[in-house]
């Protein structure tokens, strides 16, 4: 089993910063792909970030340019810097680590980020 535990979300006004971090346990050798997700109140969960294992970094349209993911591989803790912060970045984010021998995705508990004023 494979355990993934989020910290770091919170309250913070547009144009304000978080980060997030999420530090994985367990049977992590095989953990390839790590993500960061994100579903807002009625709405589906998407991707918003991923990192390869060996520090490949993708990002939905909408946070490139404010979002950073990073990876420490030998803690297996992946981070979500989060930078100018909008109204809309507002949801519960996600860690997600893709086990590659079981094939098998792993999801933290989730984490909320608000952003208001």
């Known amino acids: 089993q494979v355990q993934l535990v989020e910290s770091g979300g919170g309250l913070v006004q547009p144009g304000g910063s978080l980060r997030l971090t999420c530090a994985a346990s367990g049977d992590i050798f095989n953990i390839g792909v790590m993500a960061w997700y994100r579903q807002a109140p009625g709405k589906e969960r998407d991707l918003v970030a991923t990192i390869t294992s060996g520090g490949t970094a993708n990002y939905a349209d909408s946070v490139k340019g404010r979002f950073t993911i990073s990876r420490d591989r030998a803690k297996i803790t992946v981070y979500l810097q989060m930078n100018s912060l909008k109204p809309e970045d507002t949801a519960l984010y996600y860690c997600?680590?893709?086990?590659?021998?079981?094939?098998?995705?792993?999801w933290g508990q989730g984490n909320q980020v608000t952003v208001s004023s």
């Open positions: 997600n680590g893709y086990h590659v021998i079981r094939r098998t995705h792993y």
